[in-house]
């Protein structure tokens, strides 16, 4: 999908948001995700609603921690305010720095 025209009808937009973590992204932060990172969010997608785990082994600076800690966070929490989520690190300083990305975003962008 990276590169891809969207046609939505007006009004719809955030509703396809709701369901499409990569339009989610170009709308609320502007951001057009790479191809690699699209097979992430499709792998995203497919285990949403799953009870299996999955691993994405990736070199570092590939993405993985805005993809799956960050934008799918913020994304999953704008699906559900009630939702629940546990960030876990390997250490106490990335897990707190993830959260205060993401409780960043939800203070200071006016999209969302």
Known sequence: MPNEEIKIRRGEEKYYAL???EFFAKRYFGLTIPEHQSTWCKIID???NSKKHVLVYA???QGKTSIFSILNVIWMICQNRRLRIII??????LASDILSVIAHHFKNNQKL
């Open 88 to 93: 876990c690190s390997n250490t106490d300083d």
């Open 46 to 48: 497919g285990f949403q």
């Open 59 to 61: 070199p570092a600076n």
């Open 19 to 21: 369901v499409n973590i």
